[in-house]
Each structure stands twice: as structure tokens, then as C-alpha cells.
């Protein structure tokens, strides 16, 4: 069983950058793919960005060149910086882990999740 705590949300400026931090427990680490989705209230929920066991990144056109994602293995935790940000970017951001390395956009693939981080950009 996997834990995994998301922190580094708030409230920010559009154009403003946030770097979100996923700590992961209870497994090993580094087996699992990894990503990031969200929600806005009233949406489904959103890919974001996904990255591999071996470091593989994968975005959701709307995110690409924005956001980076990444992984440390030695820490167990994995990054979201998001850059350049965007009103319509406020939403819930969670970080989940999959024993899977295929369709990774698609959140049924992910085995466990995090609670989630409150993201909030404002003018």
C-alpha cells in the first residue's frame, strides 16, 4: 500500500510559478509511474502530466512547456513546477502511482492517490 501526501499549493498571481511536491510511503518508489491530474469544481478531472520508472515524460498538450514533472527516487517524491500560470489553472492537484507504464493519461490506470493540493491563480 502506497501513501502519498501532496504539499506546495496556495494562492498565487496569474503568470506566477508553484512547484508541488508529492511524497510517497509504504512502497517502493521507484516500481511505480507516476502523475499528476486535477479538477476544477464543476469539471471532470484532468490529466496533467505523467513520468515513467525510467523517467519517460508525458503532458497534456495544454500543460506542455508550462509544467515540468519530476521524480526523486532517493527522496521518494515527485515534482510538479508549474510555470507561467493561468487563471484557468486553479484546481485541485493530485499525485497518484501506477504499476503501469501504458495510457497513462487515463487516471483508472493509477493505482493509489493523494488527497490533494488546492492551486488558486488570481489576479
Known amino acids: 500500500q502506497v501513501q502519498l501526501v501532496e504539499s506546495g499549493g496556495g494562492l498565487v498571481p496569474i503568470g506566477d510559478s508553484l512547484r508541488l511536491s508529492c511524497a510517497a510511503s509504504?512502497?517502493?518508489?521507484?516500481?511505480?509511474?507516476l502523475g499528476w491530474f486535477r479538477q476544477a469544481p464543476g469539471k471532470e478531472r484532468e490529466f496533467v502530466a505523467t513520468i515513467s520508472k525510467s523517467g519517460n515524460t508525458y503532458y497534456a498538450p495544454s500543460m506542455k512547456g508550462r509544467f515540468t514533472i519530476s521524480r526523486d527516487n532517493y527522496k521518494n517524491t515527485v515534482y510538479l513546477q508549474m510555470n507561467s500560470l493561468k487563471r484557468e489553472d486553479t484546481a485541485v492537484y493530485s499525485c497518484a502511482a501506477s504499476i503501469y507504464y501504458t495510457d497513462l493519461f487515463d487516471g483508472s490506470r493509477f493505482n493509489y492517490w493523494g488527497q490533494g493540493t488546492q492551486v488558486t491563480v488570481s489576479s
Open positions: 509504504g512502497g517502493t518508489f521507484s516500481r511505480y509511474s
